[in-house]
């Protein structure tokens, strides 16, 4: 068993990411933009924020690519990746220095009522309406109110420890 650290001035960013890295969260891309401005990011921080309107929030660093774009656009797509979608998962993380319109290669994707881009095969697809950004500390909070949504059945695809896992199971 592991001690319990204790940091009297405050948490140190190795051990809060340590315990956030013990937490599996679904992985998403999240789309922005139209034609060559289209770029996008891979999250794990997206979640439901009412049902009644329905609403989302996403959380993107203050230094993202996309965030220029989502806020110039006021819109935004969360796709819930497939478990078969993991390089795409990379492409949008920037791997191999992947940026802007590339993401979107070796992909099909489709628009949504904003114009933002769903990614065909996605287990789902939230296309939003930005309604805020919230800025704290080192990243922005977008609220996006929900113009139309797509799902699809089959096991998604999660981030655990550094690694994407299938949830098969599902």
Known sequence: MNAIVNHPVGIE???F??????????????????????????????????VEPPAMIVCINKDASAL???K?????????LAAHHRPVADRFA??????GAARY???????MTTGALALDGAVASIDCE??????????????GAVRAVRVLPGPPL???QGQYRSLAAF
Request: net charge positive.
């Open 130 to 143: 930005l309604e805020e950004l919230l800025e704290r500390h080192s990243h922005v909070i977008a609220i």
């Open 72 to 80: 110039r656009r006021r819109h935004f797509c969360v796709n819930a």
């Open 17 to 50: 990411k340590e315990a956030m890295r013990q937490i599996a969260g679904g992985v998403c891309v999240i789309t922005a933009g139209i034609d060559e401005e289209r770029t996008g990011l891979t999250v794990t921080s997206a979640a439901s924020l009412s």
């Open 94 to 99: 920037g791997r191999h220095g992947v940026k």
């Open 158 to 160: 999660v981030y655990r």
């Open 105 to 111: 290669d070796e992909a099909r994707w489709s628009a």
């Open 13 to 15: 960013a190795p051990s």
């Open 68 to 70: 220029p774009i989502i």
